[in-house]
C-alpha cells in the first residue's frame, strides 16, 4: 500500500503516519520526492486497511498494490478449475454450451426446448422456476412447479439443470432440483444468498452485476470460495454504458482479462448482453473467439410467445446456426466443443 | 405502445400484428406512414405486453407511451407523502437530516456520535449494525449488538433510528430496534427483502442501486408499496459512471426528476454520492437547493479510526458546518430545518 | 414521429398540436388512449423536428421512428460498400489489417516496423505523424517528416498508409502522403475536418468518440459522405464506461448491429480497446469472429521504449501469433485474410 | 511515480527497472514487500514517462503521484482567477450569469433575448452564430450574420458577448464580435483550436466534454494556458452516463472538486446539463449551493419554435424565476450576484 502525502505536509505529519502504519502491524518506508512524500506500507493484509488511512487529514490518496481477492486468484491457485455436471463441462479446454427459455413456462415448452438445445449440442438447460422480475406486476415464474419440470426434462434428455435461486431460504429447495445454482446479476451482491450457496455442495454460476468491478466481481466469488465450495463459474453477461441500441454493453475483454488473474472459468451470456436476437450468434462465435469456457443462451420455441425476454431469445433454427458458427471458431482454436 | 413494423413489411405482416395486438386484449390502430407502417396499441396495462411484441420478427421495435409504475405515481396520489419517525420529518416542506456513523462500533462511540449529531441538529441517527461489505474479509457489522446500541442511543437522545437490513429473515430482528428501515443499494432488486419490509409498517428508506435507472428505483419502490406499506423515502445515493475522482457521482437532477413524477420523498446521501469528506459540505446544501426533502450523512466522531467508510465521513465540526451551511439554504428557500 | 401529450391534454391542445404539426407540413393522426393521447406525425424528414415539437408545453415526449441518418443506411444502399488501397481491402468478405507505431519516431523505426507487420500479413501501416495528446506537455509527432517517413515505408513495403489528420488545414498536406485518412476518437464530431475531409477523393477512417452513441456515429459519417466522399470506414475503438481494469471498454456487438444498419465496413481497433497489450490478441480473433470488416493494431520494435502508447503496442512476434489466431478464425469463418 | 512489480519478478528484472527510471533522469528506491516488489521513481516531470514504463515486460501497473497539470494548479497559483468582459464578473465570490437563446436566430429574437435576460439579471448574452450540429441536415447557425446580430444586441444592452468558435480558422473572425470565446464539448480536445484561442487575448470558456476526466479536462485548460492566455473558465455541462431520463448528467461535484484543485473559475450549464426546461432552475440554484462562480442558460423568447435546443430553453418568465431562486441561494451565501 502507498500513501501519499499531500503537498506540504511537514516531519510531523509524515512521522505520524509511520506510527500509524505501524500500529497497524505494517512496515512502514518513508520516500521523500521533490514534489510529495510518499509512505509504503509493506506487509497490506487485504482487508481494509485502505480506507483507514485514506482518511487522515494529511493523506492525499492510498494505492492498493495487491488486488483485494485471495483464494479466486490465479497466485493461490495456478491451474485452471474446471467443474462438470453430467455431461456438461466447463473450462480446461472443454466449451460447455448451456441454453434453453428465460423462464420455464409449461411442461411442454420446457421438453421441447430441451429436446431442440440438445439436439443443437447444448449440455446444459437454462430456465427460470423463480424470476425476478423489474416489475411487481410481471410474470414471477412457477416457482417449485417450474423445478419439477426442469427436472423432468433432465430426465428426458440428460441435460444438467441451471436455474436461479434468488433468496437464502429457497436454496435448499432449488438444490434439490438443480445441478448448476445460478446468482442472478441483481443478487451478485447479495452476501446472504452467496454465502448461502457455498455452503451447499452445487456448483454456482455467477453473473456479473451489471456495474461491478472485476474486483467486485471477484469478491463477491470470494464469498462462495470462502465458505468452501470452490465450484464457481463468472459468467459476463454485460454491463450498463451509455449505450441504448443495445439492452446492455457486452464487454469480451473480460475474458481474456479473467483469464489471466483467476483460476476460475468464464461463460459469456450474449442474450442478456445484447438484448437482440439477431446479435447472439456473431457474439457467440467471438466469445469463444475471445477464450471464453462456455456460453449460455435463451432459446424458446416461439419467441414471439414468450413470456419474458422474447426479444433476445432465438428460435431453435437460429440457435443451431449459432452453435455451428461457434463449433467452426472452436475447433479452429482447438478447444473442445 | 407504439409498434414500429420494419421497412417493407407487407399488409399481411401488418394484419397479423392487429391479430396479435386485439388477443391481448388492446385495441390496434394502425397508421401508414411514408417509410414506416407504426400500429397503435391502446389499452396498455404495464405489465410486460412490450417485450412480447417486441420479439415479432417483423416489428422494428416497441416504444411504450405509459411509465412502468403505478402507485408510486404522481397520477395515483398528487399530493407529497410525508413519513415521521419520531422528530424526523421527511416531506411536505420539512427537512429532516440523518447522520451518524458508517458502522456501530462500540457503546462510546455511537452514544458519543448521537450527542454530537443532535446538537448539529439532526433527527435521525443512522449507523449499520449489518454491514454489506464488498469483501468477506472486511467488518461485517456488531450485528444484533450493534442494534442495541442503536436503541440505546436512542433512548438517550431521542434520535430516530435509522439502519440497514440485508436478507428477509432479519426483518423481523431489524424492525425490533429501528424506526426507518434502510434498504442498501446493493439490494435496491432484492425482491424477496423489498416484499419482507413491505409487509412490516415500518418507513422504508429505499437507496437507489447504482446503476438503476428511474423505472427500476420507482419499480423497486412499488413492490413495497404493493404489500401495503406506503411509507417509502427514496434516497438518491449516486450513480457508477466513468468517473473516478469521485467514488460515485451524484446526479442531483434526480431530485427535481423524481419530484415531478412521484409522490414519495426523496432524500440524498452527499457521503456515498462522492465519497470524498471535504465534497459533503457543499452537496449538502446543493441538495436542498435542488429539491430535496432530507440528508444522509456520515458522521464519524475519528474518522480516521472509523471501521468503515472514513474517508468520506465527516467529523462532528464538519457536520456542524455542513448543517449550517444547509440550514441558510433551506431557510432562504422557505423550508423548515 | 410520435408526439405523446402530457396526462390531462384538452382537446384544445391536441388541436394546438395538429395545427402545429400541419404547419411543418406533415400530416397529423390523432390516437385517444385511456391514459394519454399520442399525435403521430406523418412525413417526418429527419432534420430537426423532434426537438421543435418536445419544448411544446403540452407534450410529454416526442419518438422519432426513422433513424437520422439517411446515405449511410442500409436502406439507402443495400449493398456493402468495399473499399481498397493498394493491397489493404476492407469489405465484402475481405478482411483488411491495418497494423504498425502509435507515432512514427525515426526512420529506422518505421522501416522495421513496416517490414515486421508485413511479414505477418498486413496490408496497411499505421503511424501518427500529427499526435492528438491529452497533454500538451506530451511528444505531439514528427509532423510532416513523419509523414514523409511513412511514404517511404510505403515504398520500401507496398503497405497502403493509414495516417490521422487533425485539423481542416492539414488535410490537403496529409493528403499528399496518405492512401487512407484517419479521424481520432477527439475529432469524430469536429464537423469542418469532416468536411474537409469528405471533400477530398481519399478513403476515411472514421473512428467511433468514445462516448459516441450509433445515431451519432453514423451522423458522423454523414458529414463526410455528404460532400460526395462515399469511401468510409467506421472503426469501433472502444467506449468509456466504469470499467477502469482496461483503458477503455471495447463493444463488439457493434460490428453486427451496425452491419445492419449501414452499408459501410467495419474494422476494430482493440488496442485502443483495451490498452493491455496480452488483450489485444484474443479480442482480434473475436472482432473477426463478431463479423469485423478489418483490424487496426499498434506494433512497435520495442514497446517498452515506445514514445507513446507502449502499454497497448505488440511486439511484432505478438503480433504474428495475433494474426495467426485472427487468421484461423477467419479461415474458418470463410472470409479471405 | 510508483511502478509495481509483477509478482516473481527477480532481481535481474528490479535491476533492469532501476536502470531505466535511471536512464530517464530520476532516482530510483526499490522497496521490497512480501508479495511485491515496488519501484519508487523520483523527479517524474508529468510528461509521458508513465506510459513508457508500464509497457515494460515485468511491470504490473505505474501508479503516479502528481496531478499531469501544471499551470492549472493550485499549486501553481493559490488565489483564485478571476475573470471580467464589461459588467460579466466570474470567480472571487461573484456569479456571473450568461443566459440567451442556442442559436441566434434573427434580429428580433436575439434583441428581445437580450433585452430579457438582461431584465432578469444576466450580464452576459450567449448565443450561437456557428452551431455544431450532430446531423449535416440540421440548422448551422447564422454564421457571420449571426456575430453581427449578437455585437448589435451587446451595442443595446451591454450584455457581453459569449460564442463558440467550431474551428481555428474562424478564431479571428468570431473574436472581432465576442467577448469570449466559447469551446464546446465536442472540441474539448480539439487541440489546434485551443491553441488557437490561446494565442488570443479573450476569456475562453472551456466546456467539459461529455466524457472528459477532471485531468484530461484541466489539460485541455493547459492546452490554452500554455499559449499564455491565462483567462479561462471552466465549463460543467453534464456527462454521459447510462442515464437516459435526463440529455446528460451534471454531476455538481465537480464544483467543489475543481475548487480544490485549479484556481480557473467554474461556471455550470443546467441547460445541457438536464435537457428538460423544468429542472434548470432547481439546478441553478443548487449550481450556486455547491460553489459555482457562475451559470450559463438557455433562454428563448418562444421555446416551442426555436431553431434547436427548445426543450431545455427557459422562457423569459421561467429564466425570471430561476435567477430570483439562485439569487435566494447566493445571498444567503454570500455571494455578489
Same mark, same amino acid.
Given at each position: 500500500?502507498?500513501?501519499?502525502?499531500?503537498?506540504?505536509?511537514?516531519?510531523?505529519? #509524515?512521522?505520524?503516519?509511520?506510527?500509524?502504519?505501524?500500529?497497524?502491524?505494517?512496515?512502514?518506508? #518513508?520516500?521523500? $520526492?521533490? *514534489?510529495?512524500?510518499?509512505?509504503?506500507? /509493506?506487509? *497490506? =493484509?487485504?482487508?481494509?486497511?485502505r480506507q483507514t488511512l485514506e482518511s487522515c487529514e494529511e493523506v492525499e490518496k492510498v494505492v492498493p498494490i495487491l488486488a483485494p481477492y485471495k483464494v479466486a486468484s490465479r497466485e493461490a491457485k495456478?491451474?485452471?478449475?474446471?467443474?462438470?455436471?453430467?455431461?456438461?463441462? +466447463?473450462?480446461?479446454?472443454?466449451?460447455?454450451? +448451456?441454453?434453453?427459455?428465460?423462464? #420455464?413456462?409449461?411442461?411442454?415448452? /420446457? !421438453?421441447?426446448?430441451?429436446?431442440?438445445?440438445?439436439?443443437?449440442?447444448?449440455? $446444459?438447460?437454462?430456465? $427460470?422456476?423463480?424470476?425476478?422480475? &423489474?416489475?411487481?406486476?410481471?410474470?414471477?415464474?412457477?416457482?417449485? *412447479?417450474?423445478? =419439477?419440470?426442469?427436472?423432468?426434462?433432465?430426465?428426458?434428455?440428460?441435460?444438467?439443470?441451471?436455474?436461479?435461486?434468488?433468496?437464502?431460504?429457497?436454496?435448499?429447495?432449488?438444490?434439490?432440483?438443480?445441478?448448476?445454482?445460478?446468482?442472478?446479476?441483481?443478487?451478485?451482491?447479495?452476501?446472504? @444468498?452467496?454465502?448461502? #450457496?457455498?455452503?451447499?455442495?452445487? /456448483?454456482?454460476?455467477? =453473473?456479473?452485476?451489471?456495474?461491478?468491478?472485476?474486483?467486485?466481481?471477484?469478491?463477491?466469488?470470494?464469498?462462495? @470460495?470462502?465458505?468452501?465450495?470452490?465450484?464457481?463459474?463468472?459468467?459476463?453477461?454485460?454491463?450498463? &454504458?451509455?449505450? &441504448?441500441?443495445?439492452?446492455?454493453?457486452?464487454?469480451?475483454?473480460?475474458?481474456?482479462? !479473467? =483469464?489471466?488473474?483467476?483460476?476460475?472459468?468464464?461463460?459469456?451470456?450474449?442474450?442478456?448482453?445484447?438484448?437482440?436476437?439477431?446479435?447472439?450468434?456473431?457474439?457467440?462465435?467471438?466469445?469463444?473467439?475471445?477464450?471464453?469456457?462456455?456460453l449460455i443462451v435463451e432459446v424458446h420455441p416461439d419467441p414471439s410467445n414468450a413470456m419474458s425476454d422474447g426479444a433476445q431469445s432465438l428460435t431453435p433454427d437460429a440457435f443451431a446456426q449459432a452453435?455451428?458458427?461457434?463449433?467452426?471458431?472452436?475447433?479452429?482454436?482447438?478447444?473442445?466443443?
Amino acid at each position: 500500500m502507498i500513501v501519499v502525502m499531500k503537498s506540504g505536509s511537514d516531519d510531523a505529519a #509524515v512521522q505520524r503516519m509511520v506510527s500509524r502504519i505501524e500500529s497497524m502491524g505494517l512496515k512502514a518506508h #518513508v520516500i521523500v $520526492g521533490i *514534489e510529495r512524500t510518499v509512505v509504503a506500507a /509493506i506487509g *497490506e =493484509k487485504r482487508n481494509g486497511e485502505r480506507q483507514t488511512l485514506e482518511s487522515c487529514e494529511e493523506v492525499e490518496k492510498v494505492v492498493p498494490i495487491l488486488a483485494p481477492y485471495k483464494v479466486a486468484s490465479r497466485e493461490a491457485k495456478p491451474e485452471p478449475t474446471t467443474v462438470q455436471a453430467l455431461d456438461l463441462k +466447463i473450462g480446461g479446454g472443454s466449451i460447455g454450451v +448451456i441454453a434453453g427459455p428465460c423462464s #420455464v413456462e409449461s411442461e411442454e415448452q /420446457i !421438453l421441447s426446448s430441451a429436446a431442440e438445445v440438445k439436439a443443437a449440442g447444448a449440455k $446444459g438447460l437454462r430456465g $427460470g422456476a423463480f424470476k425476478p422480475r &423489474t416489475s411487481p406486476y410481471s410474470f414471477q415464474g412457477l416457482k417449485e *412447479e417450474g423445478l =419439477k419440470l426442469l427436472a423432468a426434462a433432465r430426465d428426458a434428455t440428460g441435460l444438467a439443470v441451471v436455474t436461479e435461486v434468488m433468496t437464502p431460504h429457497h436454496v435448499e429447495l432449488v438444490s434439490r432440483y438443480a445441478d448448476v445454482l445460478q446468482i442472478g446479476a441483481r443478487n451478485m451482491q447479495n452476501y446472504h @444468498l452467496l454465502q448461502a #450457496v457455498g455452503e451447499t455442495g452445487k /456448483i454456482v454460476l455467477l =453473473k456479473r452485476g451489471p456495474c461491478a468491478t472485476m474486483d467486485e466481481f471477484l469478491l463477491a466469488a470470494e464469498y462462495v @470460495l470462502d465458505q468452501g465450495n470452490q465450484q464457481v463459474v463468472l459468467c459476463e453477461r454485460g454491463i450498463r &454504458t451509455f449505450e &441504448t441500441h443495445t439492452r446492455f454493453t457486452l464487454p469480451l475483454a473480460t475474458v481474456p482479462y !479473467l =483469464k489471466e488473474r483467476t483460476h476460475l472459468p468464464i461463460v459469456v451470456d450474449p442474450s442478456h448482453g445484447t438484448g437482440i436476437a439477431s446479435l447472439v450468434p456473431p457474439m457467440c462465435a467471438a466469445a469463444i473467439a475471445a477464450g471464453a469456457d462456455g456460453l449460455i443462451v435463451e432459446v424458446h420455441p416461439d419467441p414471439s410467445n414468450a413470456m419474458s425476454d422474447g426479444a433476445q431469445s432465438l428460435t431453435p433454427d437460429a440457435f443451431a446456426q449459432a452453435m455451428d458458427l461457434s463449433r467452426k471458431v472452436a475447433v479452429a482454436l482447438g478447444y473442445e466443443m
